[in-house]
């Protein structure tokens, strides 16, 4: 971009996470160049977004997200709703009015690669090497704009160990509630960053210190505090679990993710209709059903992840059934093995379970559970993946 002729940057996460001696995961470039004038460089790179339109490039295998910069959103040019929450802004600016939109100072930083110079308008070198997490601009009125800044904060505090100052931290319990007007699938989006990337453990703790966690998941049972939700020794597990998947790079799903986090909700819930007559298979599918209809009402779960998550839940009553012959089957099942590690988390806080974990776990021996082969027409399993998107946008 800069051979032909523009300004061009890295900036954001990218440049952040390399200060921090962190291989970033993505790269995401600023140009003074419209979305066009990306094309006429890279003729092969594919403009996508409606609204605010941004270029994808693919290098050497990398996707990199090349924006336009972005000015600041003023009432004449952009739209926002009661609460104050931009729903539009797409007004091309300067380098220095792009970092003043971005969230987070530590997140504004432009880093010209040729050079190696830093463009540094809002403090975000100093805040970084404080380890100090702050808004630009006034705190109020970014969340406000964009709530899903609450949870951005809450993540970064778990994944970069940085600390937002005062000013940052002091609004976000009482601000909370506006995340209730944000898409759920936006939230879904940002709960599988938050809990599916490496530090999921230390995100529920930030989300719990900083009152978010009943907004994200309001089935669960009150905790000790305002916002804050009832953490078992099973979900504490769950999530210290898969931390360590990710380090090892091992698959994650959020369907497993959502059997852990709403698990205790849907016990209660079928304990409750078993009271009161109902089987306990029935109930469990009843409770199923129930609980992620209220959770979708937050978060959103794609169908292809909720539809697993309940085939973990409901095959839970079924290991209980070790009489006769009909057991067996359960192994053969495509959904055992992530029902049977839900099996094996209960048994951190129901410890009357570890016979039954010794029995499922032995009925495995000499099976085999590679996957079988794969007919023609069978789609190929899909497993949550970052989206490729990253692009700042208050209103995505
Ligand atoms: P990570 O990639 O680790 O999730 P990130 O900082 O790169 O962190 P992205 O969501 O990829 O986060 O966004 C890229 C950049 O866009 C951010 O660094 C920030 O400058 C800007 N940005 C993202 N979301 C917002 C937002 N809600 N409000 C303002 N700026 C944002
Ligand atoms: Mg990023």
């Not at 800044?149 to 600390?163: D, H």
Request: aromatic fraction near 8%; glycine fraction near 8%; charged fraction near 30%.
């Amino acid at each position: 971009m800069q051979n032909a002729g523009y300004e061009a940057y890295i900036v954001g996460g990218s440049v952040r996470d390399l200060l921090l001696g962190k291989a970033p995961k993505d790269f995401d470039v600023a140009t003074s160049a419209t979305p066009e004038e990306v094309q006429d460089v890279f003729p092969r790179c594919r403009l996508i977004g409606r609204r605010f339109r941004l270029a994808h490039v693919r290098k050497g295998g990398a996707l990199i997200e090349v924006a336009t910069f972005r000015g600041q959103a003023t009432p004449e040019n952009s739209q926002e709703d009661h609460n104050g929450r931009i729903l539009r802004d797409n007004v091309f600016g300067s380098v220095e009015e792009d970092a003043i939109r971005r969230d987070f100072t530590i997140n504004a930083m432009f880093l010209d690669p040729v050079s190696g110079d830093i463009r540094d308008y809002v403090g975000g070198y100093e805040d970084l090497a404080k380890r100090r997490l702050r808004l630009i601009g006034d705190p109020v009125t970014r969340y406000r704009e964009d709530p899903v800044r609450l949870l951005r904060a809450a993540r970064f505090v778990a994944k970069l160990g940085v600390e937002p100052d005062e000013e940052s931290a002091a609004p976000i319990r009482k601000m909370a509630p506006l995340l209730k007007d944000i898409p759920p699938a936006r939230l879904f989006e940002e709960v599988c960053k938050l809990f599916l990337t490496g530090h999921g453990s230390r995100s529920m703790e930030a989300l719990q210190r900083f009152g978010l966690s009943t907004i994200l998941f309001p089935s669960l049972k009150k905790g000790n505090g305002p916002g804050k939700v009832l953490m078992g020794p099973m979900l504490k597990k769950a999530l210290e679990n898969t931390d360590e998947r990710v380090r090892d790079s091992k698959p994650v799903t959020p369907a497993f993710l959502f059997a852990a986090l709403l698990w205790q909700p849907v016990r209660d819930r079928s304990r409750a209709l078993v009271g009161k007559g109902e089987s306990e298979f029935n109930a469990m599918m009843l409770a199923s059903e129930e609980v992620i209809y209220a959770q979708v009402g937050s978060t959103a779960i794609p169908r292809r992840f909720s539809a697993v998550t309940r085939q973990i839940w409901t095959t839970q009553p079924r290991f209980a059934k070790i009489r006769g012959k009909r057991w067996r089957r359960i192994l053969h099942e495509p959904r055992f093995r992530a029902a049977y590690d839900f099996l094996l988390l209960r048994a951190y806080e129901d410890p009357s379970l570890s016979e039954l974990c010794e029995f499922w776990t032995k009925a495995q021996v000499g099976m085999d559970f590679s996957p079988p082969a794969r007919s023609k027409r069978e789609r190929p399993r899909r497993r949550y993946r970052r989206s490729g998107s990253s692009q700042s946008g208050s209103t995505r």
